[in-house]
């Protein structure tokens, strides 16, 4: 799948364009929300030596380079080049390729065939990256991510049907175990109970799903104290509060996408976000 074939990003990418220095710099605020580590030499190097089935495959230096320029494309929405770019480079540019699949897939592609065939390539990158690293965060989240989105495409009764729903949640409470404070897995599962409770009453969530609407709740509420600037925190709590509660959490579902309207992106996801928070809102 070349970069020829997806959707150009619909705005400016002038405020996203991460070059040189700037990216490193900008790394600890960009990636809050997941924790991805930044991908210098340093890094390729102790990720090869901690992971033999990539030992001697890569050079820590070019490695690196093709790396923060496939985080480069995605930051500043050229979302096929990344995908390209990570792809290339095999399990170690997963995290960047599906990153980058995975919003475009939930944003900008239109054709519904294309936009699941997207998500399930995506979820297996992250299979490939589970078994050569089984110990990274984001293997496991972006993973979750991608299945999470290919449920929703295809319905959620439909995803629990295929077991679908227990793999995210799996993944989800991997994603957490290996990093307490991954907020955009404290999102998804805030999401994911929500979902599940919406779609199959309380009592049948919790005895079949383990989820529950006190579970929706308290990972939202995490999910805004680890990222209290994020408009898809807002976008996310607002649908599962609606979910959970219906009319009688509109009002707040309102408040909170007025918020995540006006949080200040940061890259092309951030200024999706906000963009999709004004068009719901």
Known sequence: MTASKWKPFPHSDKDYRYEGAALKKAWPDLHRGDCEPFPDAAFVK?????????????????????????WRAYHRGDFGAAVVEGTAL??????????AANIYATYLETDGRRKREILLSSAERAEALQAAAPDFPNAFYFHA????????EIS??????????????ASLDKTIKLEPKHAEAHIALGAYHAE?????????AGLTYGASREEAIRH?????KLLPDSAIARIEEAN??????????????????GEAARC???DAMQKLDAEHAKEEG
């Open 46 to 70: 102790d990720f090869v030596t901690r992971h033999a089935r990539l030992k001697g495959a890569l050079d820590s230096e070019k490695t690196a380079a093709a790396l923060q320029s496939a």
């Open 90 to 99: 095999g399990p170690i540019g997963a995290n960047a390729a599906n990153k």
């Open 145 to 152: 991510q991608a299945l999470g989105r290919y449920a929703q």
């Open 156 to 169: 959620i009764a439909k995803a629990l049907a295929q077991g679908i729903g227990g793999k995210v949640k």
């Open 196 to 204: 599940i409770v919406s779609k199959v009453g309380g009592m049948l």
């Open 220 to 224: 939202f509420a995490l999910a805004r």
């Open 240 to 257: 599962g509060l609606v979910m959970l509660f219906g009319k009688g959490k509109l009002a707040e579902a309102r408040k909170l996408y």
């Open 264 to 266: 200040a992106p940061a």
